[in-house]
């Protein structure tokens, strides 16, 4: 997966603006690539986890309901 991810932003950047002529990497207005759309761990389903999987979230996380929030995010990035 990381492998795609990393070819699709190299063919993107690599692509020419027919306009410009410049690749999109050298163009001013090109800010950033976002690989990834929506991927978040507010959308994640705990219970549809593999176990193994599930455990670790549940305890890095401290997910007490099983549903990842903003709070427990909060709280696990600063240890309270």
């Not at 455990?55 to 309901?65: F, G, Q």
């Amino acid at each position: 997966m990381i492998r795609m991810q990393r070819d699709y932003a190299r063919a993107l950047l690599a692509r020419v603006n027919p306009y410009t002529h410049t690749s999109y990497a050298q163009e001013p207005c090109v800010a950033m690539v976002e690989i990834n759309n929506e991927n978040s761990l507010l959308q994640l389903k705990v219970a549809s986890l593999p176990e193994y999987y599930r455990a670790d979230v549940l305890k890095k996380w401290n997910v007490a309901s099983g549903a990842v929030t903003r709070t427990s995010i909060n709280a696990a990035g600063t240890g309270s």
